[in-house]
């Protein structure tokens, strides 16, 4: 008897292969509440498996799949630069975020991260909020980025901005011998949780800066405030962003920014930001490279958050969290001087140092390498 009617993935391994570098790939489908996601572990050698949840109308189920594996693999490494004890893990839900999210939804979602019994901890991302994983909490702990009310950190696009903030004074001091911000030009690409507060920091310090978003109303919010602060906001269309005559490009939306088309239009010294997977592929870090622009690798500079989501487990300090996000500055400079020393590209020197802590914590720590439970002792 056919069981499932017409299902084909294919007559070969490519999916498989596809997933090669990851630990597992579950997908979840729960036709009551309408969830359809998908949930990547890429390597659990330091630790458990940690990494927000996106929710995106992706187009197509290789769309989806494409985007979290690579997000996953790229917490991997932004757990080990960040130094805490997780590995990479990401999901995405398919759905339009104004349109498809209900408790049930998320509820569900939360039965598939419990399903997983530890190996995973999840929270927010680009169109997911605090409010929607209350929902998931009912049904797993293994949720984080929880508000302060519940006995979380809040708002992880706070720590994200600072971080960014903290690696644009290190790459000022690196370009112009100053950790200053004004004096310097920026083009930030996203006014959303994480680029408005890093617009808003800029606005402050008396930086003038050109902002885009496909959100009117947020770029008329960031326009009103420029009123009462020293620095100069000038919105521009989407598109122009990349041609701004300006020193730095920040971007805070969506992934693959940094490609054939926009390079060759970057007129910038230097590229950082808090989007994840800036680069379409690690190709154009050597194009960008050969352009003589400086690139912060975006996993180093977007750290804030998740080391903010990975104190929770230890009970949420401010001051620990702050102390470990400022040290995002440090962290860059290494990568730039790494980079000129080996004559290599900013994103081959932060993967190196990222995969010579992986290794070294594992000889270390060989009896708890793959582990499907933390060190520390969270009931189920
Ligand atoms: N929230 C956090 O703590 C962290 C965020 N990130 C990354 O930073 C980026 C931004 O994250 P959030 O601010 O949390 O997301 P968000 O969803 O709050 O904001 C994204 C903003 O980008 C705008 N946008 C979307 N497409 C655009 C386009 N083509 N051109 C211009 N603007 C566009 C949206 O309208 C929105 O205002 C994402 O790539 C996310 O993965 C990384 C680490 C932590
Ligand atoms: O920032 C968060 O809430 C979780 C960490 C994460 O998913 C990320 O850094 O991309």
Known sequence: MELVKGVSVGNDFSL???????????????????????????????????GGCRMQPYRNIDEALEDVLRLSKGM????????????????????????DKSPELFRAFGQFVDSLNGRFFTGTDMGTTMDDFIHSMKETRNIVGVPEAYGGGGDSSIPTAQGVIYGIQATNQMLFNTTKLRGVTYAI??????????????????????????????????????????????IVKEEEIYSQDVDIFVPCAIGGVINDKTIQKLKVKAIIGSA?????????????????????????VNAGGLIQVADELYGSNKDRVLAKTKEIYNIILEIYQQAEINQITTNEAANQICENIIQEKARRNSFYSRSVRPKWDIPN
Request: glycine share 10%; charged share 25%.
């Open 16 to 50: 498989l292969e596809k997933m090669s570098e990851h630990e597992q790939v579950v997908f979840c489908n729960d036709p009551h509440s309408g969830l359809r996601a998908i949930i990547a572990i890429h390597n659990t050698t330091l630790g458990p498996a940690l």
């Open 276 to 300: 994840n997977n800036q680069l379409e592929s690690e190709a154009h870090g050597k194009q960008l490279t050969e352009k003589g622009i400086l690139y912060a690798p975006d996993y180093i």
């Open 189 to 234: 690409q996203g006014l959303g949780k994480v680029g408005y507060r890093v617009a808003e920091r800029l606005l402050e310090d008396g930086a003038d800066i050109y902002v885009t978003d496909i959100s009117n109303e947020k770029l008329q919010s960031i326009k009103n405030q420029a009123e009462t602060t020293k620095g100069n906001v000038t």
């Open 76 to 99: 991997t490494y932004k757990c080990a630069a960040a130094d805490v004890d997780f590995g990479g893990g990401k999901a995405v839900i398919i759905g339009d975020p104004k349109r």
